[in-house]
DNA sequence: CGGCCTCGATACCGCAGCGGTATGACCCCA
DNA sequence: TGGGGTCATACCGCTGCGGTATCGAGGCCG
């Protein structure tokens, strides 16, 4: 199976609809239904069902769309991983994702310490919208992730916590109810006057609800400070906050986990030291 | 990048020479010359040097190798699940692969649990050879695993631990040692006499050393028996000794776990299912 | 119920690009 | 210095990909 076949395949599956899907991919729609009928020739596997209203996915179809999908990112991430290592220049380097505005304490920590490891290489931090950075991992933009247990998907990838930690709410201070010693998730939630903010999906979309759509800590924290809204966020966030918040201890939410992740088997000495230089953190 | 490239690019990696690859791949070499140099040219990387004696990969070309190996897996599973889906003909089944003689109590108690659940799907179970049920996942011969730690390799799959146990010293049945309350690894690997077996590796070879060499388990017990081994095994292993055998716990020998693996991602509800059965054991 | 619209499939054509053979350029070693 | 080895280049034939034109099959509506 060439990729091409593949890159054809999930495009008709995501459209449902060969015409929409041969015009996304820039050409026209019969030699992408030959493709496709040519596809399922050689896999023995009827992949669509034709409607008048177009195509739909079979149980094998459903199947291909899935593994297509995770293959695709890997031959992408070859591919990217080759030409980052390529234009280091022989040098070897890595790149290493984070959510931006996020665990700026503990990166800071890793960051310093590896660099003064004997043979460390040059490791260039990408900042990313929050949930993004396991994408990054699988498809080769970033060969290491700092990210967020239980917020981001670590499965699939090799990972070590760096730090486990406690949520607190953040709310105006001078609030009534800032002066509490603790709270529940379901009492912080509800506070009157007070909504959560609402943060984009990994699609870009918003979810429904009373909150602000924002997509930036500083935009919120400011809303917060204007006694418009009011968030939960990890316990080290109480570093960065300016006056005019207040901080109350969650009793009952989860706890964060920050781990380090890689791809597994990503052998790169630059992966290498920067996890085992986490490793003793 | 096309998947005929990368197996291109693999074949001559591996070989570190052209003509060779050439060969392998049932084509002439001047266009396998020509894919290459293309290759390069269209990820503006150099993947090999060339030398009088054939070529050796740069910094870049090991990425492409690493990163190109696993690509290719993937496209492969995709291409066998898609099939397997399809033979299975609308209906649900999931394909159970585990180390041929080991684990099979705590495997009967699972797939007994799993068939009395309501909507279970068909579970094959394929017996293959010790070390081998990783790589059948990540090629999609197999959509589960029974894997063992600390001897299988289970980084980049989601997995749940099944059992967790001590390991033990069987040897032949009045044998001076064998009336001992405990031993160390040291102590059980330096009986005079008693040689460990060798097993085969990934790649069929064995290592060095003085013991037999064997693949099968049975031939194992039986040369224990005969006085000529003695061999390391888990606890559980003692449910299936006949006469003859004599066991004496370890007391540093590292813990075995037995576990169930999957491919991340993996929403097929067989997998689901048997996961769901496996953590209520 | 018939005409129309919207699907995907088929027929046919031109050309890009893949693989083949023949040959060249270069290096190592005897 | 020539012979045998490497990979690269030159050139050719044909497969097969993508394009246009058209068809056949279902829904929908007047």
Redesign the interface.
């Given at each position: 199976?060439?990729?091409?076949e593949?890159r054809y395949f999930v495009a008709v599956a995501e459209e449902s609809h060969v015409g929409r899907a041969a015009s996304r991919l820039g050409m026209a729609q019969p030699p992408l239904s030959r493709a496709i009928a040519q596809l399922e020739r050689r896999?023995?596997?009827?992949?669509f069902v034709r409607t008048p209203q177009g195509v739909t996915l079979?149980?094998?179809g459903?199947?291909?769309l899935?593994?297509?999908r995770?293959?695709l990112a890997?031959?992408e991430?070859?591919?990217r991983?080759?030409?980052r290592?390529?234009a280091?220049g022989?040098r070897?380097s890595v790149v290493l994702t984070a959510k931006a505005g996020a665990s700026s304490e503990v990166m800071a920590k890793l960051l310093d310490a590896y660099a003064a490891e004997p043979g460390a290489v040059d490791v260039e931090v990408v900042l990313s919208p929050p949930g993004h950075q396991a994408e990054m991992l699988r498809d080769?933009r970033a060969d290491v992730a700092i990210l967020h247990r239980p917020f981001d998907d670590t499965?699939?990838?090799?990972a070590d916590t760096l730090l486990v930690e406690d949520q607190v709410l953040i709310l105006p201070a001078g609030h009534p109810e800032s002066t509490r010693a603790s709270m529940t998730v379901a009492e912080a939630t509800s506070i009157p006057g007070l909504p959560m903010p609402r943060w984009p999906r990994l699609d870009g979309s918003y979810p429904d609800g009373p909150g602000p759509e924002l997509r930036d800590l500083t935009q919120v924290l400011q809303l917060v400070r204007l006694g418009r809204a009011a968030i939960v966020l990890p316990d080290s966030a109480r570093d960065n906050l300016r006056d005019g918040l207040a901080v109350v201890p969650l009793s009952d939410a989860p706890q964060v986990t920050t781990l380090i992740a890689w791809?597994?088997?990503s052998?790169?000495p630059g992966v290498a030291g920067l996890v085992r230089t986490a490793t003793r953190l």
């Open positions: 199976m060439e990729t091409r593949l896999l023995g596997a009827d992949l079979t149980r094998a459903e199947t291909l899935r593994e297509g995770a293959a890997a031959v991430a070859a591919e991983r080759t030409r290592t390529a280091a022989g070897a080769g499965s699939g990838f090799d791809p597994p088997h052998t790169s």
